[in-house]
C-alpha cells in the first residue's frame, strides 16, 4: 500500500556534525496517520521534501527514519514552489474555502499558466514515483489538493494499481468552479473523478459532485469518512513537561477569570478578526464579562510567503489591540492575542477553556473542535461556526455560530458562558464521546476498502 | 398604475434665482421607462428625493414636472443614507454580484443592524406612500434591491393590489445567501416572495428560487421578462452636437488605428482593471497590434462614498498608467482612460468601436452590450463575459470572455480584431438584431400582467 501526502511523516535537520536528525511533521493528517503505519512494513508514504535539509537529507541518502517506509521526493525547486504557493495555496485552497476578492483575484494570467504547468510537472513526478515504487494491484491512497492531478496519472500508467484521492478541504458550490480557466477546471476534475474521491463530510462531497457534472456532465464516484484526533496522543501532549509548565502559566495569567479560548493557523479561512470584534461586542451587550473573562488566543504564524497572509496577520495584531486599548484596565486585559507556534501551550489552553471559540469561514473540517472536548477539565462550551466541517458531526450539541454575524456570534459567546452547569456538563459528554468517534483507523480503512473497490 | 424605483426620472435643481429646473436621470431603467410612462395620466410615479436640492423641491412643492405624474418620497435622511449606502448598496448590490472580499467583509455588526432597521423604515415609508396613493386594485411595480421589502408591507396593508417586484441585479446561488444573517434572509426572501419576482435572465431567477427554497422551503413564484435601449433615443443622442463633437475628437486621437472601447461605471464587478491587463497581454502576444491598436476606457466615477469604490478607482488608474508605461511610444498612447461622466461622448465610442469589451464578472443585464450593436458603424465585435445576463441571450454571435482568465481574454480580443470583414458583418447584424429585439413597454406590459395574475 501507498500513501502520498504532500507533507511526510517526519521532516529533517541537519545537524552541525553534518548528520540528519528528524523531527515528527505537524498537521492533522500526519498526526492521524502516523501512529497507524509507524511500523507496518507494507506500507510506504511518499511525500515532498520540503525545505533544504529534507533535500540534503535526500541527496546524502539520509532520508530514512525508523519505523517508516519513506521515499521523499524532490521536484525541481521552481516548480514545486509554483506548484505549492501558487496553484495549490493560493489557487485551489482559496477556491475552494470561498477566500477570493473576486474584484481583484485571482488574475488567470501566463504567470498562473507556468504555475499549472509546474502543477501538472510536480503531479508527474510524483505519479512517477507512484508508479516505480508499486507492486501489481496495490492500493494507492493519494491526500489533497496538491496531488489532483495524480489520479489520471496513476490511472493512464498502471490500470493495476487501485487507487482513491481524500480532499481535507472543503470543495466549493458548482457555480464556482466556473472561476477556473474552463480547461484548468476539466483537467482538474476529469482526474478526481477517474478515482473515489474522498471528503470529511457529505457537504464536501455534494459540491464536488455538482462541480463535476456542471463541468463534465457526470456523476463522479465519492465517499465520506472523517476521523478526529488521536486520544492518546492528545494526552501524552497533555502530559508534557511543556503543557504542565505552559499551563502553569496560563493559570497564573487568567486567575479565577472565565476563559474563552480559540488556538488556529493565521489562516484567512480562520475568522479570527470577526472572533474578536464578537467578544469586543460580548463586553459592550453584557458589562458583567468586564474584568471577568480573558480571551486568550493561540494562532501561529502560517504561509507568511503569501502577501495575503502577512496583511492578515496585521489585521489581526490590530482588531486586538483595539479591543484591548477600549476595555483594558489595570489589572486586565481583555484579549491576549499569542502568535508564537507552541502545540503543548494550545493543549493547556485546550484543557482549560470555558468557551471555544472555532468560528471559520469554511473549513474541511476542523481537528480542534474536536481536540476542545478531548481535552478540557472544564466541560467546555464549544462556539463552532456551520461553515466547518465538524459542524456536520457535532452540531447539536455545540453553540452555533454564524461566521458573518458579529452579533449572532457575541450572543452565542454569551449563551456559552452562561450556560448551566448541567447542560455544560451534558453537552461536554457528547461532544467528548462523538470528537473520539472516529479513529483515524477507520478512516485509513474506508480508504483502502474505496480504492480496492473501484478497480 | 404605479411605479416605484429608487431613482426617479428626473432630477431636480435648485436655481439661483430660487425656481426649480428638472434634468432627466441617467440609468438603464429611467431611461427606458421615461418615454413609456410620459404623457400617461394612468400612471404614478413614486421615487426618492435624492439630494438636497430634490429635497428642496418636494418641500418647496415644487418637484411636480411636465408628462409625469410624479410622487417624489422624503424619508429621515439618516435613514435614507443607511438604506441605500449601507444595505442596499454595501451588502445586498455585494451579495447578489458576488463582490465581497470574504475574510474581511461583510460583518453584521451594531452598525448593520442599525442599518437594517433604517432599510426597514424607508422601504415602511414606500409601502406607506403607495397605499395612500393607490386605488383599489391597482397595479403596482416595484423596481430593484432597494424595496425588497416593500411586497410584504403592500401586501399587508392592501391585500387589493396587485404587485409585482422586478430586480435589476443578478441574484446569488443558494449557498451565498447564507452569508446573510439567518433573521435577515428570512424577511429579505419572505417579502419577495409574496409578490412574483422578475428578472432579466432565467440564470437569476433559477438562484433566487434556489435562495428561497434554501431559507424557507418553498418555491415562489418567479418570471424572465428584459429589455433593451430604446434605439430612437440612442440614435437621437448619437446626432446631438455634443456626440458629434466628441465623435470628432474621437476621430482625429485614434486616426487610423483599430479601436478596442469600452464605457461603465466604475464599479467592481464591472472588471475593468482585469480588461486593461488583458490588453497588455495582447501587446505582449501580437506584437502587430502595437502601435495600431488604441484601448479607449470611458469609465466613470460612482458611489464614491464608499471606500471600495475610491480605492478601485485608484487600481483602474494604476493599471493603464503600467501599460501606458510599458507600451507607449512617441506617437502612440495604447490605453486611453477617461473617467469623466459624459453620455454623449461614450455614444461617440460606441459608434466607432472596432470592439466592444464588456466583460464583468456578474452583471444582472448590461444595456451597454447592447447599445453597442445598435450604435455600431463598424459592425463591431462585441467581447461579452458570461456573467453578464446579456451575454443569455446575445451568446451565439458575441466573442465569450471569461471574465477571471487574462490569457482567454487576450486571446478574445485577437480573436475579434483578426475576425473577417463578412463574419464580423453577420455577427453585428444578428446582435442588432437581437439588442433592439425586447422594447422595454413589452418588458412593462409583462410586469402588468404578471402583478394581475398573482392577485
Redesign the interface.
Same mark, same amino acid.
Given at each position: 500500500m501507498i500513501i502520498v501526502s504532500h507533507r511526510g511523516p517526519v521532516s529533517f535537520t541537519r545537524e552541525p556534525d553534518g548528520t540528519f536528525s528528524s523531527r515528527r511533521g505537524a498537521g492533522g493528517v500526519v498526526s492521524a496517520l502516523s501512529p497507524l503505519i509507524e511500523g507496518r512494513d507494507d506500507i510506504v508514504w511518499i511525500a515532498a521534501a520540503i525545505g533544504d535539509d529534507d533535500r540534503a537529507a535526500v541527496a546524502a541518502d539520509a532520508a530514512g527514519v525508523a519505523g517508516f517506509a519513506l521515499h521523499l521526493v524532490v521536484p525541481d525547486s521552481t516548480d514545486h514552489r509554483l506548484h505549492y504557493d501558487v496553484v495549490s495555496n493560493a489557487t485551489l485552497w482559496f477556491l475552494f474555502h470561498?477566500?477570493f476578492?473576486?474584484? &481583484?483575484r485571482? @488574475?488567470?494570467?501566463?504567470h498562473? @499558466?507556468s504555475s499549472w504547468t509546474a502543477y501538472r510537472t510536480v503531479n508527474q513526478v510524483f505519479a512517477d514515483a507512484i508508479c516505480s515504487t508499486a507492486g501489481e494491484g496495490d492500493v494507492v491512497l493519494v491526500q489533497d489538493l496538491q496531488f489532483a492531478l495524480v489520479p489520471a496519472m496513476v490511472r493512464a500508467a498502471r490500470p493495476d494499481l487501485r487507487l482513491a484521492h481524500f480532499t481535507h478541504t472543503p470543495f466549493c458550490?458548482?457555480?464556482d468552479i &466556473?472561476? $477556473?480557466?474552463?480547461d484548468v477546471a476539466k483537467e482538474l476534475l476529469t482526474s478526481m473523478a477517474s478515482a473515489p474521491a474522498g471528503f470529511h463530510t457529505e457537504r464536501w462531497a455534494a459540491n464536488y459532485r455538482a462541480c463535476v457534472e456542471e463541468i463534465l456532465g457526470v456523476t463522479p464516484p465519492t465517499f465520506v469518512s472523517t476521523f478526529g484526533p488521536n486520544p492518546a496522543a492528545l494526552a501524552a501532549t497533555a502530559a508534557s513537561p511543556q503543557a504542565l509548565e505552559a499551563g502553569a502559566r496560563l493559570d497564573a495569567e487568567i486567575g479565577d477569570r472565565h476563559l474563552v479560548f480559540r488556538t488556529d493557523r493565521i489562516e $484567512?479561512?480562520k475568522?479570527i478578526? &470577526?472572533g474578536f $470584534?464578537a467578544f469586543d461586542?460580548l463586553l459592550?451587550l453584557h458589562p458583567q464579562w468586564r474584568e471577568r473573562v480573558v480571551f486568550a488566543a493561540f494562532v501561529y504564524p502560517s504561509r507568511e510567503g503569501l502577501a495575503e497572509y502577512l496583511a492578515?496577520r496585521q489585521?489581526i495584531e490590530q482588531t486586538a489591540q483595539r479591543v484591548n486599548e477600549r476595555w483594558a484596565t489595570d489589572d486586565w486585559k481583555p484579549v491576549w492575542l499569542d502568535t508564537h507556534d507552541d502545540f503543548a501551550r494550545s493543549v493547556a489552553g485546550l484543557q482549560r477553556a470555558d468557551v471555544l471559540l472555532v468560528n471559520p $469561514?469554511r473549513d474541511g473540517l476542523n481537528l480542534v473542535a474536536k481536540e476542545g472536548p478531548l481535552l478540557s477539565t472544564r466541560d467546555v462550551v464549544v462556539c463552532l461556526s &456551520?461553515g466547518a466541517g465538524a459542524f456536520d458531526e457535532l452540531g447539536p450539541f455545540v453553540v452555533e455560530v454564524?461566521p458573518?454575524?458579529?452579533?449572532?456570534t457575541a450572543d452565542a459567546l454569551h449563551r456559552a458562558l452562561t450556560m448551566d452547569p448541567g447542560e455544560r456538563a451534558s453537552r461536554a459528554a457528547d461532544l467528548r464521546r462523538l470528537a473520539g468517534a472516529r479513529p483515524a483507523s477507520e478512516w485509513l480503512d474506508e480508504q483502502v476498502a474505496q480504492a480496492a473497490s473501484a478497480t
Open positions: 470561498g477566500l476578492d473576486l474584484p &481583484r485571482p @488574475r488567470f494570467d501566463q498562473f @499558466r458550490p458548482a457555480d &466556473r472561476i $477556473l480557466p474552463d $484567512l479561512s475568522n478578526a &470577526r $470584534l461586542r459592550d492578515y489585521e $469561514l &456551520r454564524h458573518y454575524d458579529i452579533e449572532q
